[in-house]
């Protein structure tokens, strides 16, 4: 089988996430350079030349290949699906959506696309479209979920696929990733574990959150409204769970969450902002760079197999 990192031209079978309004040219050229794919994320630009700017900008940061993940419930998605293919952007990652339409124009110009699935319906329905690979992401994730575990969903989509699948959500450590390789990914995506490296630029409130976190600190709430999202627990969680419960308008919910990731990644507003992790958080425990987060992943994968070879 070919390993991810072989098929993108990078050091490690590694993807960074996605995550909006915290991986900016900076921080996906930072991922880049420790030899993972470093990865700009749109869940927070709403101006196509926005992410144009950023794309260049990247191009002077590192000159390893790098990626766009594309939100696709953006409303500027279909412009920046443009921006991606002018641009020629190594690979795309896309989330939140089928991006099924946008397949064409990518490939013809020559962007390795690489969609996120929750399911594995739309990952057969990708790669008859063209996708080159399927993240199959499970809902320990951060941020916008589905409802199958990693430990399922992995195995089912590589049985329903030719293409290669990596694997996503729970993966913060050796063993995870050895697991992962067990299910059979080429790699993995990996969000959480990268919120507490140096180079990432969200405010230091939250990622003492996270460093405090423990396994059962994240919770999911939007379910009832379609719009699962996985965060630390706080005050605003409390809230909009308690008004889901109580049968609250959409109106309602959505003032409560309004703006809370960008409250938390910039203002530090660890009470009332959206702390989006995935359910590895409660394995975090110290602020690294992002070269020794990748290598201890690879190192403790290969301890971990080498150990169970015997
Ligand atoms: O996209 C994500 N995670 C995200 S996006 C995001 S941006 C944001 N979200 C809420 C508030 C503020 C900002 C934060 N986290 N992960 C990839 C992912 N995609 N997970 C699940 C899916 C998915 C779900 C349904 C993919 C496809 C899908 O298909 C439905 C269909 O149309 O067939």
Redesign the pocket.
């Known amino acids: 089988m070919q390993m991810l990192n072989e098929m993108l031209g990078i050091e490690f079978p590694f993807i960074q996430g996605g995550m ?1 309004n915290i991986a900016d040219a900076h921080f996906a050229a930072a991922c880049s350079q420790a030899g993972g794919l470093g990865v700009i994320a749109t ?1 927070g630009i709403f101006e196509a030349q926005k992410l144009q700017e950023q794309i260049r900008l990247c191009r002077t940061l590192t000159d390893k290949p790098f990626g766009v993940n594309l ?1 696709l419930m953006n409303p500027c998605a279909e412009e920046m699906a443009r921006v991606i293919a002018e641009e020629k952007v190594a690979v795309v990652t896309t ?4 991006p099924g339409k946008y397949i064409g124009m990518w490939k013809e110009a020559g962007v390795k696309v690489i969609p ?3 399911a594995s319906i ?1 990952a057969r329905r990708l790669e008859k479209e063209g996708a080159d690979a399927i993240i199959a ?1 499970g809902t320990e ?6 409802e199958m575990t990693t430990m399922a969903l992995v195995p089912q989509v590589v049985d329903s696929v030719r293409i290669p699948v990596i694997a996503a959500g729970g993966i913060a450590d050796g063993r995870q990733l050895a697991a992962a390789f067990m299910l059979g990914a080429c790699g993995v995506q990996v969000g959480t574990c990268l919120l507490v490296s140096k180079e990432c630029p969200i405010h230091e409130n939250y990622k003492l959150a996270l460093l405090k976190a423990k396994d059962s600190d994240t919770v999911v709430t939007g379910r009832s409204v379609g ?1 699962p ?1 996985r965060a630390l627990k706080n005050k605003m969680t409390r809230r909009y769970l308690t008004l889901e419960k109580e049968g609250a308008s959409l109106e309602e919910l959505e003032k409560c969450a309004l703006g809370g ?1 960008r409250r938390a990644v910039f203002e530090g507003d660890v009470e009332t902002g ?1 702390l ?1 992790a995935g359910q590895v958080a409660g394995m975090l425990q110290k602020i690294r760079p992002v070269r020794e987060i990748f290598e201890d992943l690879y190192m403790g994968q290969k301890k971990v197999l080498e150990a169970h070879r015997g």
């Open positions: 909006a869940g939100m989330g939140a959506g089928n996120v699935v929750a739309l992401e994730s951060g941020g916008h979920v589905g719009g999202v990731l959206s989006m």
